[in-house]
């Protein structure tokens, strides 16, 4: 085991758990791990563990799971494990008794460009806006949500037709090696870091990247079609962009659209108009063009390629 620093590490979703793999692998002293608490999900509403958890229960590491960050008893369980640095990676924001307490300090693991795309959901808002470009950030945590003092950065390019899924596992494993990088520079004292403020010249206006809500999801056909296609990659695997068709015997049908292909073109349908062939070609028609779905979901049924989806429910809307 690596004799410095003594980590405690932050992190509920699988994105987080590429970071914490990399530093057990790599033999980094992962002294503690903190988690969301289980919640109750499913039908039959049965707790399940956060992808963090799971991990660090393979591994037997000491796992904490506060349900509140302020308790003193929680921030007594993290004095004892003296740690010198905590790393976050995808979790709640921190108190301040919490992330002043290592000598190292406390850093992040941000899935954008810093100071672009603060917020809960950067990779489904880069996708969303149509970005050609987007990358990860390491920085010092601070009062307030994304604003702390860079320290590394890593750019990638988004991939045309890429979705907010893809873009998550190309993200997923740059972070993790930022995050190497970052805990190394921190304990070699060979850091310098950036304020934020150089980075906004006057007059910029910073993107935001706030926490996804469902109606945001719904599809607005009577937008252009660049827009709808980046919504329904910016959306794609989760939560999922939709939208409510009316078939001709008048009966209305819950859709949500994984994949599409953009289609730009004058036309006479109405936005929202359905042409479809029956067998392999489902479109529905925007402001400029059509939107060419490839995988869709009716509401309770399976996701399915356009060509099983038409053989199965084309009826619907012939």
């Known amino acids: 085991m690596k004799n410095y620093p003594r980590i405690i590490f932050f992190g509920t979703p699988d994105f987080a758990v590429a970071s914490l793999e ?3 692998n790599e033999e980094y002293n992962v002294t503690g791990v903190v988690t969301a608490p289980d919640k109750q999900a499913g039908r039959g509403m049965k707790f399940s563990s956060s992808p963090v958890k799971q991990f660090a229960l393979k591994n037997d590491l000491f796992l904490l799971q506060p349900e509140n960050l ?33 000598p190292l300090g406390t850093f992040n693991l941000h899935a954008s460009l810093l100071p672009q795309y603060r917020g809960a959901a950067p990779i489904n808002w880069v996708i969303i806006n149509g ?36 873009l998550h596992n190309r993200l997923m494993k740059t ?26 010249p006057p007059g910029l206006i910073l993107k935001r990247a706030p926490k996804i809500h ?15 296609y ?51 070609s489902f479109k529905i028609a925007a402001s400029d063009g059509y939107i060419q779905v490839v995988e869709a979901q009716l509401a309770g049924r399976k996701t399915m390629q356009i060509g099983d989806f038409l053989r199965g429910f084309g009826h619907h809307f012939n």
């Open 70 to 102: 302020n308790d003193r008893d929680f921030h007594d369980q993290l004095k004892l494990l003296q740690p010198d640095l905590l790393v976050v990676v995808a979790f709640r924001l921190l108190p301040r008794e919490v992330w002043e307490l290592p």
């Open 175 to 200: 972070g993790r090696e930022l995050v190497i990088k970052t805990v190394d520079a921190i304990a070699d004292q060979k850091i310098q870091v950036l304020s934020q403020g150089y980075l906004i």
């Open 230 to 280: 980046n919504l329904i990659r910016g959306m794609s695997p989760h939560p999922g962009a939709y939208t409510t068709l009316t078939s001709p015997d008048g009966k209305s049908h819950f859709l949500k659209i994984y994949n599409a292909l953009p289609e730009c073109c004058i036309h006479s349908m109405h936005p929202g108009e359905v042409v479809t062939d029956g067998k392999t």
């Open 22 to 24: 990399a530093l057990v």
């Open 214 to 228: 469902q109606a945001q999801c719904n599809i607005d056909w009577n937008r252009k079609v660049t827009d709808i």
């Open 131 to 166: 970005e050609t470009e987007t990358g990860v950030t390491t920085f010092f945590l601070d009062e307030k949500i994304d604003t702390g003092n860079i320290i590394f950065q890593q750019k990638i390019l988004i991939e045309p037709g890429e979705t907010a899924g893809e």
